[in-house]
């Protein structure tokens, strides 16, 4: 069965300017979590989503949002991009909860320049 | 926030050794799980063991849970160059399932 995508891939965008990532999960993966890594911060967890519905969220500025639709898929955006927000972005779905363990995709390196 | 620890955060073998890495926590938790991650992309789930176990294994990779101690290690047997990656540990906490949480990883290199 497919993987979970992300789009696009790699991503360069200047200061100020905001951006949008996607992410479709696994068929049948109602859950949706997104992920910042960097080198110096780690894995670090930014929102959950379940049935169109944020049930967990991070501690990361309001800039950060995400959304997901009815057939599962989930999009983040990031307004006004900060050099600080440049590292990989990763998308990870499960059957239901983080406990179910996650498939992820193969992320989303965003630059900011 | 991170809860794991992993111990080391580099490891260098050589190939056909065993490489052991170890994870602390610091709450009780539901279950333990391991990923692998190669240079830069997404993570591949490696195992899960649930608070009442204590070992489990998976092919070439061997996972034990000491609860008393809040701690975990993986074991891969027999490595090969194919292993050489990041591992990291993440614990789901029976307070919030809709979210892991990680250790800084142990960076994994196999000399061939």
């Known amino acids: 069965k497919a993987g979970v995508t992300q789009t696009p891939r790699y991503l360069i965008k200047t200061r100020g300017q905001q951006v949008t990532l996607s992410c479709s999960p696994i068929?049948?993966?109602?859950?949706v979590s997104w992920y910042q890594q960097t080198p110096g911060q780690g894995l670090q967890f930014l929102f959950e989503?379940?049935?169109?519905?944020?049930?967990n969220k991070g501690n990361f500025p309001g800039r950060f949002s995400g959304r997901q639709f009815s057939n599962s898929r989930s999009e983040m955006n990031v307004s006004t991009l900060e050099l600080g927000d440049s590292a990989l972005y990763l998308c990870?779905?499960?059957?239901?909860?983080?406990?179910?363990?996650?498939?992820f995709g193969s992320g989303t390196r965003l630059t900011v320049v | 926030s991170q809860q794991g620890e992993e111990d080391p955060q580099a490891l260098s073998i050589q190939e056909g050794e065993n490489a052991t890495m170890n994870c602390s926590y610091k709450?009780?938790?539901?279950?333990l799980q391991w990923y692998r991650q190669n240079s830069g992309r997404g993570l591949v789930h490696l195992i899960l063991?649930?608070?009442n176990e204590r070992e489990k294994h998976s092919g070439r990779l061997r996972v034990t849970l000491d609860t008393s101690k809040k701690s975990s290690s993986l074991l891969i047997t027999a490595s090969r160059a194919a292993d050489t990656a990041s591992y990291f540990c993440?614990?789901?906490?029976?307070?919030?399932?809709?979210?892991?949480?990680w250790g800084a990883g142990t960076k994994l290199i196999i000399k061939p």
């Open positions: 990870a779905s499960s059957l239901e909860v983080a406990e179910d363990g996650y498939t």
């Open positions: 068929s049948g993966h109602r859950s």
């Open positions: 989503y379940f049935s169109e519905t944020q049930r």
């Open positions: 709450t009780s938790i539901n279950n």
């Open positions: 063991i649930r608070s």
């Open positions: 993440a614990t789901s906490r029976g307070d919030s399932n809709y979210q892991l949480i």
